[in-house]
Protein backbone atom coordinates (compact mmCIF):
# COMPACT_ATOMS: atom_id res chain seq x y z
CA UNK A 1 0.00 0.00 0.00
CA UNK A 2 1.49 3.62 -0.68
CA UNK A 3 3.01 5.21 2.17
CA UNK A 4 0.46 7.60 3.47
CA UNK A 5 1.27 11.26 3.77
CA UNK A 6 0.02 11.88 7.34
CA UNK A 7 3.49 12.07 8.96
CA UNK A 8 4.91 14.30 6.89
CA UNK A 9 2.54 17.38 7.54
CA UNK A 10 0.09 18.80 10.12
CA UNK A 11 -2.51 16.80 11.75
CA UNK A 12 -5.99 17.07 10.02
CA UNK A 13 -9.06 16.89 12.55
CA UNK A 14 -12.28 15.97 10.75
CA UNK A 15 -14.71 18.82 12.26
CA UNK A 16 -17.64 17.72 9.77
CA UNK A 17 -18.50 14.16 9.26
CA UNK A 18 -19.50 12.69 5.83
CA UNK A 19 -23.52 12.24 6.09
CA UNK A 20 -23.73 8.86 4.59
CA UNK A 21 -21.11 6.08 4.16
CA UNK A 22 -19.66 4.96 0.89
CA UNK A 23 -21.02 1.56 0.86
CA UNK A 24 -24.29 0.24 1.66
CA UNK A 25 -25.31 -2.00 4.52
CA UNK A 26 -26.83 -4.19 1.39
CA UNK A 27 -23.67 -3.99 -0.73
CA UNK A 28 -21.56 -5.11 2.37
CA UNK A 29 -23.42 -8.40 3.37
CA UNK A 30 -24.03 -8.93 -0.69
CA UNK A 31 -19.84 -8.83 -0.82
CA UNK A 32 -19.90 -10.91 2.10
CA UNK A 33 -22.42 -13.38 0.68
CA UNK A 34 -23.82 -13.05 4.16
CA UNK A 35 -27.56 -13.49 3.79
CA UNK A 36 -30.60 -12.89 6.59
CA UNK A 37 -28.66 -10.55 8.87
CA UNK A 38 -29.64 -10.32 12.14
CA UNK A 39 -30.48 -6.39 13.82
CA UNK A 40 -27.25 -6.45 16.17
CA UNK A 41 -25.34 -8.23 12.69
CA UNK A 42 -26.25 -5.36 10.99
CA UNK A 43 -25.31 -2.62 13.72
CA UNK A 44 -21.72 -4.60 13.50
CA UNK A 45 -21.58 -4.17 10.11
CA UNK A 46 -22.54 -0.67 9.99
CA UNK A 47 -19.37 -0.13 12.30
CA UNK A 48 -16.98 -2.06 10.51
CA UNK A 49 -18.19 0.23 7.37
CA UNK A 50 -17.26 3.35 8.69
CA UNK A 51 -13.77 1.65 10.28
CA UNK A 52 -12.55 0.59 7.08
CA UNK A 53 -13.91 3.75 5.43
CA UNK A 54 -11.90 5.66 8.30
CA UNK A 55 -8.74 3.25 7.58
CA UNK A 56 -8.75 3.60 3.93
CA UNK A 57 -8.73 7.52 4.47
CA UNK A 58 -5.98 7.48 6.78
CA UNK A 59 -3.78 4.55 4.97
CA UNK A 60 -4.36 6.23 1.66
CA UNK A 61 -4.47 9.93 2.38
CA UNK A 62 -7.60 10.92 0.89
CA UNK A 63 -10.89 11.70 1.62
CA UNK A 64 -14.03 10.01 0.23
CA UNK A 65 -17.60 11.29 0.88
CA UNK A 66 -17.64 15.28 1.25
CA UNK A 67 -16.04 16.21 4.82
CA UNK A 68 -14.56 18.74 6.66
CA UNK A 69 -11.36 18.67 7.98
CA UNK A 70 -9.16 21.40 9.35
CA UNK A 71 -5.44 21.92 9.95
CA UNK A 72 -3.61 24.40 12.27
CA UNK A 73 0.40 25.45 11.84
CA UNK A 74 2.17 27.37 14.70
CA UNK A 75 3.07 29.93 11.66
CA UNK A 76 2.67 30.11 7.85
CA UNK A 77 5.28 27.65 5.87
CA UNK A 78 8.26 29.61 5.08
CA UNK A 79 8.72 28.35 2.00
CA UNK A 80 5.50 29.66 0.39
CA UNK A 81 3.33 26.72 -0.35
CA UNK A 82 1.75 25.64 2.81
CA UNK A 83 0.90 21.67 1.40
CA UNK A 84 -1.57 18.88 3.19
CA UNK A 85 -1.74 15.15 3.32
CA UNK A 86 -4.97 14.60 1.99
CA UNK A 87 -6.84 14.81 -1.46
CA UNK A 88 -9.13 15.76 -2.99
CA UNK A 89 -9.84 19.08 -1.67
CA UNK A 90 -12.96 20.96 -2.89
CA UNK A 91 -12.40 24.06 -0.94
CA UNK A 92 -9.78 25.77 1.83
CA UNK A 93 -10.88 28.95 4.11
CA UNK A 94 -7.81 30.39 5.65
CA UNK A 95 -7.73 32.40 9.62
CA UNK A 96 -5.43 33.63 11.13
CA UNK A 97 -4.49 35.44 15.05
CA UNK A 98 -2.72 38.30 13.65
CA UNK A 99 -0.11 40.56 15.62
CA UNK A 100 -2.36 41.71 18.39
CA UNK A 101 -3.59 38.14 18.54
CA UNK A 102 -7.53 38.80 17.16
CA UNK A 103 -8.57 36.32 14.51
CA UNK A 104 -8.60 37.02 10.93
CA UNK A 105 -10.02 35.58 8.01
CA UNK A 106 -7.72 35.99 5.01
CA UNK A 107 -9.18 36.95 2.12
CA UNK A 108 -10.01 34.50 -0.99
CA UNK A 109 -8.04 37.30 -3.22
CA UNK A 110 -5.03 36.54 -1.37
CA UNK A 111 -4.07 33.52 -2.01
CA UNK A 112 -3.94 30.59 -4.88
CA UNK A 113 -4.57 26.90 -4.66
CA UNK A 114 -3.44 23.70 -6.39
CA UNK A 115 -5.76 20.98 -5.65
CA UNK A 116 -5.03 18.79 -8.33
CA UNK A 117 -1.08 18.65 -6.96
CA UNK A 118 -0.11 15.85 -5.14
CA UNK A 119 0.04 16.59 -2.22
CA UNK A 120 -2.18 19.84 -2.76
CA UNK A 121 -1.02 23.35 -2.17
CA UNK A 122 -2.04 26.45 -1.19
CA UNK A 123 0.38 29.79 -1.70
CA UNK A 124 -0.01 33.55 -1.59
CA UNK A 125 -0.86 35.02 -4.93
CA UNK A 126 1.82 35.94 -7.06
CA UNK A 127 4.22 38.88 -5.65
CA UNK A 128 2.15 38.52 -2.30
CA UNK A 129 2.91 36.82 1.38
CA UNK A 130 1.32 35.20 4.46
CA UNK A 131 -0.20 37.97 6.56
CA UNK A 132 1.96 38.56 10.02
CA UNK A 133 0.61 36.66 12.81
CA UNK A 134 1.41 36.85 16.50
CA UNK A 135 4.54 35.42 17.58
CA UNK A 136 5.24 33.35 20.48
CA UNK A 137 2.21 31.88 20.10
CA UNK A 138 0.99 27.93 19.29
CA UNK A 139 -1.36 27.19 16.03
CA UNK A 140 -1.95 30.94 14.81
CA UNK A 141 -2.86 30.00 11.09
CA UNK A 142 -5.80 27.21 10.25
CA UNK A 143 -6.72 26.03 7.19
CA UNK A 144 -10.40 24.46 6.79
CA UNK A 145 -10.98 22.21 4.03
CA UNK A 146 -13.13 20.99 2.74
CA UNK A 147 -12.34 17.15 1.11
CA UNK A 148 -13.70 14.40 -0.67
CA UNK A 149 -15.21 13.31 -4.07
CA UNK A 150 -18.58 14.63 -3.93
CA UNK A 151 -21.81 13.99 -1.43
CA UNK A 152 -22.91 10.84 -2.96
CA UNK A 153 -21.66 7.50 -2.85
CA UNK A 154 -22.09 7.42 -6.73
CA UNK A 155 -19.29 10.35 -6.74
CA UNK A 156 -16.71 7.59 -4.89
CA UNK A 157 -14.14 5.64 -7.17
CA UNK A 158 -15.34 1.89 -7.11
CA UNK A 159 -11.90 0.87 -6.38
CA UNK A 160 -12.32 2.60 -3.01
CA UNK A 161 -15.70 1.02 -2.63
CA UNK A 162 -14.36 -2.75 -3.24
CA UNK A 163 -11.30 -1.87 -0.68
CA UNK A 164 -13.48 -1.16 2.09
CA UNK A 165 -16.58 -3.78 0.87
CA UNK A 166 -12.91 -6.49 1.75
CA UNK A 167 -11.68 -5.08 4.71
CA UNK A 168 -15.32 -5.16 6.06
CA UNK A 169 -15.81 -8.26 4.67
CA UNK A 170 -12.92 -9.46 6.13
CA UNK A 171 -13.72 -8.19 10.39
CA UNK A 172 -16.60 -9.32 9.86
CA UNK A 173 -16.01 -12.96 9.28
CA UNK A 174 -12.84 -13.11 11.54
CA UNK A 175 -10.57 -13.37 8.25
CA UNK A 176 -8.23 -11.07 10.52
CA UNK A 177 -8.61 -9.12 13.67
CA UNK A 178 -10.72 -5.34 13.49
CA UNK A 179 -7.85 -3.07 12.32
CA UNK A 180 -5.54 -5.33 10.35
CA UNK A 181 -5.57 -6.07 6.61
CA UNK A 182 -5.39 -9.24 5.49
CA UNK A 183 -3.27 -10.63 2.55
CA UNK A 184 -5.78 -10.64 0.32
CA UNK A 185 -7.29 -7.40 1.21
CA UNK A 186 -3.52 -5.73 1.08
CA UNK A 187 -3.25 -7.12 -2.42
CA UNK A 188 -6.35 -6.16 -3.49
CA UNK A 189 -6.31 -2.91 -2.50
CA UNK A 190 -2.19 -2.24 -4.11
CA UNK A 191 -3.42 -3.01 -7.07
CA UNK A 192 -6.17 -0.36 -6.88
CA UNK A 193 -4.62 2.25 -6.22
CA UNK A 194 -2.66 2.57 -9.35
CA UNK A 195 -5.76 2.69 -11.19
CA UNK A 196 -5.82 6.42 -12.84
CA UNK A 197 -8.68 7.54 -10.83
CA UNK A 198 -6.07 6.84 -8.13
CA UNK A 199 -3.29 9.06 -9.70
Known sequence: MP???QHHYATLNTTVEPTCEPVTLGEAFAYAEFE???ESESERMRGLLVAAR???ERDTSRALMTQTRTATFDRFSPCGEQVFHV???QSVAITYK???GATQIWGTGNYQTDFSNIPPRVAPVDGGSWPNTKCGTFKVATFTLVCGYGDSPDDVP???KAA???MAADWFLGVCTEG???PRAKTFIDSLMWRPEFL
Do not use: T, W
Request: hydrophobic residues 40%; without cysteine.
Open 87 to 89: VPI
Open 3 to 5: VSL
Open 164 to 166: IKQ
Open 180 to 182: DVS
Open 98 to 100: DEN
Open 36 to 38: DPS
Open 158 to 160: DAA
Open 54 to 56: KKF
